[in-house]
């Protein structure tokens, strides 16, 4: 499981960490029944506080994406469709906030938008089905 | 190439010019003993033997003196001297011996001078600058070839080797002293040949081609150190850092001191000698090289790796987790293994010179009565020996560790060397002097120590606390000295008793007051 | 009380009122209030000379007090050194480990210290760290230094690892090695780490709690929470360009020209809001400094503030 953190963002590391996971679980890297490394191991492996792991891991269980089977680790739990569902569609329209933004930027109409949009995805359709 | 050259003797002068200073101060301190011994000696039998060994005694400490009693200063190790680089070896090599060696033949000619002048030897007076040059060439090329480590081993090797052997022809009948360009000829060639070997060492050594015979050695010990076992207790492994740190420094100098310094004098002169002479020198010089090494020994125990800048107590030291009282003790046992070492080494040289001269093993295997040297008093004087070389290591080591500076140490030396002296002299005789005449000498052993407390002061080393110590330990110390050194003919002329007996060998006792106080001391330092 | 209870049942560090003055006018330590508490990591940061290794050198009974009171583990380290030291880990600024030593020597040298060693956790290190047994500490690279003296620190387990800058010019694997040293610590329980470092972007990934020491005065103290929490980046747009950094409430430094400042502050946000509206700028921009542009922030400020007296 790959995430990057970076302390200087302004986001809190924790919150970087939760957004990230999320990240993962919806765009499917991570599946249901799957096991987040233990606190310990991920705090060294990011070099950050144990403490602030166990956060994020804390505020995702809350959520219901994280369950904490007893001895055996930290799983990513079984159910959750609509909340999932909503978290990526939130995670997408910051994207997109993003894109439209940039497109303003370059001085690029709506209308070009959505045709680019339509276009990379019809080049992208054929590797998608073997995901 | 000029302003190079004169750059890098400049950096010697700024290095060593404390030290300079000091070899000063006890040229002055030698110019007021002779004002004293004046009226005092008549001059004693004109025997060789004794006025070399002393002479050789200040060259050595001359030596030590000069280049601050650290190998390092000697062997200028050349990576560090990074702005040394663009200068070609030659110079860099060439400054190193004109200042040390020129510094330390120019400094010794005055105490040639009054020497010559107080007893009448002009050979005196390039012997005794001659002799010292030639052993501070020797230094220098051993360190630059050696390195550190191995440059202590050969000279133990050569001295331990070379000079016993070179004893056993006795009657050599050229003798350097007879032939005085001969001798000085003899001199320059083996500092020319010393220069040389520096050069080649130093050049090798600059291009990383010469790790220095001593790292061959001391592969060989790599396969030891996997076999180490642990430690019983914290104690052990606290007396194992004492010993493997400092310990065994006061045994080698012993050696080193007793070698040297006893035997150069049968290569250079003729015999027969004085009949009695050996005998003599023998036991005073057992028992001051016992007590001289624990000054050294101490110097060097108080050296830089225990303290901080700040003169404190470096920190993995003190956060051992162990009291104040038991380090303290650790350090005592080694300083007190150390003395018994050393006075073990100096008993069996002792009877390895004597093995090499006949008469000398013939009185002692016969017990004439009218040999000084009886097993009793052989005893009585090795007994003795240690309890003053332990209190005395003891007294000198809380003192430096007050920060009182290398030059009251240094003065210490010399005052402790110019008694032995007086006391070798006195051997033959000569009673002791009343008091009035004794306050030059009082002054100018003790000048050297105010001067040294003056200019720490200065500097910002010596707290109060220290200063206490040292002002109230410096005359203790001196007085013990004094009294020492003047009752030792008693101990060994004919008349000797059991009341001097018993009297001084309470003032050797009187430093060892010093360690029963160390954990009180030790405890000052560790929290300020 | 035992030495086992005692570190159970009593904070790692708490120093009241903890003067210090070297001579008549140096004052290293003014009237320091820490308490540290158990099985977190406490970040000590501020400029050289601030006293942060004094303040170390207290906690280990090398310096005492010229008033106020130290206490680790509840015991006062001057009193009973031992004691205190034997739950200690400690790796000095300057690494002072004697270089003539070799790092087998040195490890069975400081086992015979610490009955608490572990000798299998302390061959394992020494793997890692990649040092040969047989080596001598003299030729060995500083970062390699660096180890020796953290497996010599960490292998008997301490209740509490003092660290003396410990990053200080090492290269970033070492460094690495470090970090994941203290976090490893801190993994087990109820071990303490108190670290002191000026590589800010560390201590903020690592620390919980951080005190920030500036001329021996804590001028901040608190989790990494609150301390993130209360300052903020402002970037303020006035109508007028001014000459001079503008004088909002609660600022603590300024960075800009004309029309445009940025400003770290600290205090409540709406106050700040407030405050810069009422100067007659517009907030650009606001986001949370990291810990680095604080301290500098708070240096700066204190430098300018003592320039105007």
């Known amino acids: 499981m790959r995430i990057h953190i970076s302390p200087n963002d302004g986001v809190p590391i924790y919150r970087q960490i939760v957004n990230q996971i999320k990240y993962l679980l919806a765009s499917r890297r991570l599946g249901p029944g799957d096991e987040v490394p233990p606190i310990r191991v991920l705090a060294e492996q990011l070099l950050i506080n144990p403490n602030t792991v166990a956060r994020a891991y804390r505020e995702l269980e809350t959520a219901g994406l994280l369950t904490k089977r007893q001895g055996a680790g930290t799983y990513v739990s079984d159910r959750g469709s609509p909340l999932a569902h909503a978290e990526r569609v939130r995670i997408l329209g910051e994207r997109v906030d993003a894109l439209l933004a940039e497109a303003q930027q370059l001085d690029i109409s709506l209308e070009d938008v959505a045709r680019l949009i339509t276009e990379r995805n019809d080049a992208m359709k054929p590797d998608e089905n073997g995901r | 190439m000029h302003s190079t050259f004169l750059a890098l003797l400049w950096q010697q002068w700024r290095q060593t010019r404390l030290y300079l200073f000091v070899v000063l101060v006890l040229v002055l301190n030698f110019l007021a003993l002779e004002m004293s011994w004046g009226g005092l000696v008549e001059p004693p039998p004109p025997d060789w033997p004794i006025y070399l060994q002393s002479f050789l005694l200040f060259a050595f400490f001359l030596i030590l003196l000069v280049s601050h009693c650290d190998p390092e200063n000697i062997h200028p190790s050349i990576p560090s001297r990074v702005f040394v680089l663009p200068v070609p070896t030659y110079l860099l090599v060439t400054s190193y011996f004109i200042f040390r060696v020129a510094a330390v033949g120019i400094v010794s000619v005055p105490i040639a001078y009054n020497y010559c002048l107080l007893f009448d030897r002009p050979s005196v007076m390039y012997l005794l600058p001659l002799g010292a040059m030639a052993l501070m060439a020797y230094f220098q090329s051993t360190f630059w070839l050696f390195a550190r480590a191995g440059a202590i081993a ?233 309890t003053a070389g332990l209190g005395w290591l003891a007294l000198c080591w809380s003192l430096f560790w007050f920060s009182v500076p290398l030059l009251s140490g240094y003065g210490l030396i010399f005052a402790f060397v110019a008694l032995v002296e007086i006391a070798i002299t006195r051997g033959f005789g000569a009673p002791p002097a009343s008091s009035p005449e004794t306050w030059p000498l009082i002054f100018a052993v003790l000048l050297p120590g105010l001067i040294g407390l003056y200019t720490s002061y200065q500097r910002g080393l010596v707290s109060i606390r220290g200063l206490v110590c040292a002002v109230v330990l410096w005359p203790i110390a001196f007085l013990d000295l004094a009294a020492l050194v003047f009752l030792a003919p008693g101990l060994f002329g004919p008349g000797w008793s059991t009341g001097d007996l018993a009297l001084w060998g309470a003032l050797c006792m009187l430093p060892g007051l010093a360690i029963a106080t160390v954990p009180l001391k030790m405890q000052w330092l560790r929290v300020r | ?266 205090g409540r946000l709406d106050q700040l809001k407030q405050a810069a509206v009422a100067l007659g700028a517009d907030i650009l921009e606001e986001s949370v400094p990291s810990l680095e542009e604080i301290f500098v922030a708070r240096v700066r400020g204190a430098r300018h503030t003592k320039a105007e007296d």
């Not at chain 2, 194992?240 to 310094?261: D, N, Q």
Request: net charge positive; with cysteine.
């Open chain 2, 154 to 386: 050969s000279l133990i090797a050569g001295c331990v080797l070379l000079c016993p052997i070179a004893a056993l022809p006795l009657s050599i009948s050229f003798t350097l002293a007879q032939h005085p360009a001969w001798t000085a000829a003899g001199a320059v060639v083996f500092i020319l040949a010393a220069f040389v070997v520096s050069l080649v060492a130093a050049r090798l050594e600059r291009r990383s081609a010469w790790t220095g015979a001593w790292a061959v050695i001391s592969a060989l010990w790599d396969w030891r150190v996997g076999r180490q076992k642990p430690f019983a207790s914290a104690a052990h492994a606290q007396r194992w850092f004492e010993w493997k740190r400092r310990g065994k420094l006061l045994p080698v100098l012993a050696a080193i001191a007793f070698v040297l310094l006893r035997n150069l004098p049968r290569i250079l002169l003729p015999s027969p000698m004085h009949p009695r002479i050996p005998v003599y020198q023998d036991a005073t010089f057992a028992a001051s090289c016992t007590v001289l090494a624990a000054f050294v020994a101490a110097l060097w125990f108080a050296a830089q790796d225990y303290r901080e800048r700040t003169n404190g107590l470096s920190s993995f030291m003190m956060s051992r987790p162990m009291s104040t009282k038991n380090l303290g003790v650790a350090r005592l046992r080694v300083g007190a293994r150390s003395i018994l070492v050393a006075t073990a080494v100096m008993a069996v040289l002792l009877i390895l010179r004597a093995a090499t001269s006949g008469a000398f093993m013939s009185k002692i295997l016969l017990f004439d009565a009218e040999a000084w040297f009886s097993v009793k008093r052989l005893a009585v004087v090795a007994g003795i020996t240690l």
């Open chain 3, 1 to 266: 009380m035992s030495e086992d209870s005692a570190a159970d049942s009593e904070r790692p560090v708490v120093a009241t009122a903890l003067t210090r003055r070297f001579g008549r006018k140096t004052v290293a330590l003014d009237n320091v209030d820490l308490e540290v508490p158990r099985g977190g990591v406490f970040g000590l940061v501020g400029e050289n000379g601030a006293g942060k290794t004094t303040f170390i050198k207290h906690l280990l009974g090398l310096l005492k007090p010229t008033a106020g009171t130290v206490r680790v583990f509840g015991i006062d380290p001057i009193k009973e050194p031992e004691n205190v030291l034997a739950h200690i880990g400690y790796l000095s600024e300057d690494r002072d480990l004697p270089r003539w030593m070799r790092v087998r020597e040195l490890m069975l040298y400081t086992q015979a210290f610490y009955p608490k060693w572990d000798h299998a956790y302390a061959e394992q290190l020494r793997e890692t760290f990649d040092l040969d047994p047989r080596a001598k500490l003299k030729t060995l690279s500083r970062g390699q230094l660096a180890q020796a003296g953290l497996l010599a620190a960490l292998a008997h387990r301490p209740d509490l690892l003092l660290l003396d800058e410990p990053s200080s010019g090492l290269d970033p694997v070492v460094r690495r090695d470090i970090l994941g040293a203290i976090i490893r610590t801190v993994a087990d329980e109820g071990r303490t780490v108190l670290f002191s470092s000026h590589l800010l972007d560390e201590v903020e990934r690592v620390a919980d709690t951080v005190a920030m020491i500036h001329q021996g005065r804590v001028v901040l103290c608190g989790t990494m929470d609150n301390i993130k929490g209360s300052h903020y980046r402002l970037t303020l747009r006035f109508q007028e360009a001014l000459r001079s950094a503008p004088a909002l409430l609660g600022a603590l430094s300024y960075e800009g020209s004309d029309r445009e400042w940025t400003a770290i502050c600290d």
